[in-house]
């Protein structure tokens, strides 16, 4: 159950308990999905594939369940407000031209370049996660829609590599923030 609790976390650009669960599934399945997909699209490098669809199994609920969660939750859909809300593009290029001054964006569930760069993420990495598992069931005679092998192996393929850029933006920033002492990794602290 969601309290006045769980909103006065986003008020003080901290995330609630199930936030940071949330977000701890989706870093270490995502990022073992992509970097397994680029051992085997890349590098031809099919030793960990094995494992690729039942991480991908796991990555598909845990996204349903986080989409679940950020929808009928107060702070999820405040969080999703900051993400997707395109009034928000003032405060997102603000924070770009903060950046190429030298200063870092804002962080955490406020609007902005972070937000922005967290959704867009979050969106892309659902889409290739979702059509991936569409492409799977289809393959594996669980459903009927060959469009869906094409659609789901292409994502996966062309969506890799931007999936790549923003996982190494998303970890440059993270280190970028720490190596300037600021509490960015608060997102795993579970006080």
């Given at each position: 159950?969601?309290?006045?609790?769980?909103?006065?976390?986003?008020?003080?650009?901290?995330?609630?308990?199930?936030?940071?669960?949330?977000?701890?599934?989706?870093?270490?399945?995502?990022?073992?999905?992509?970097?397994?997909?680029?051992?085997?699209?890349?590098?031809?490098?099919?030793?960990?594939?094995?494992?690729?669809?039942?991480?991908?199994?796991?990555?598909?609920?845990?996204?349903?369940?986080?989409?679940?969660?950020?929808?009928?939750?107060?702070?999820?859909?405040?969080?999703?407000?900051?993400?997707?809300?395109?009034?928000?593009?003032?405060?997102?290029?603000?924070?770009l031209g903060r950046l190429f001054?030298?200063?870092?964006?804002?962080?955490?569930?406020?609007?902005?370049?972070?937000?922005?760069?967290?959704g867009a993420f979050f969106l892309?990495?659902?889409?290739?996660?979702?059509?991936?598992?569409?492409?799977?069931?289809?393959?594996?005679?669980?459903?009927?829609?060959?469009?869906?092998?094409?659609?789901?192996?292409?994502?996966?393929?062309?969506?890799?590599?931007?999936?790549?850029?923003?996982?190494?933006?998303?970890?440059?920033?993270?280190?970028?923030?720490?190596?300037?002492?600021?509490?960015?990794?608060?997102?795993?602290?579970?006080?």
């Amino acid at each position: 159950m969601v309290t006045a609790k769980s909103l006065s976390y986003l008020e003080a650009g901290r995330f609630p308990p199930l936030a940071r669960l949330l977000h701890l599934g989706l870093v270490l399945a995502f990022s073992f999905e992509l970097l397994n997909s680029i051992l085997a699209l890349w590098l031809q490098s099919f030793t960990l594939f094995a494992w690729h669809t039942l991480v991908g199994i796991f990555l598909t609920v845990w996204l349903a369940l986080s989409w679940l969660v950020y929808l009928f939750t107060p702070w999820g859909r405040r969080l999703l407000w900051n993400w997707y809300w395109p009034l928000h593009w003032r405060e997102t290029f603000q924070d770009l031209g903060r950046l190429f001054r030298g200063g870092l964006p804002q962080y955490g569930p406020r609007p902005g370049l972070s937000s922005y760069w967290q959704g867009a993420f979050f969106l892309l990495a659902s889409w290739v996660t979702f059509s991936g598992f569409g492409a799977w069931l289809v393959m594996e005679g669980y459903l009927t829609a060959p469009g869906l092998t094409h659609l789901g192996l292409s994502s996966m393929r062309l969506g890799t590599p931007l999936l790549l850029y923003f996982w190494l933006g998303h970890v440059f920033m993270a280190i970028y923030h720490a190596a300037r002492r600021q509490p960015l990794w608060n997102i795993f602290s579970w006080r």
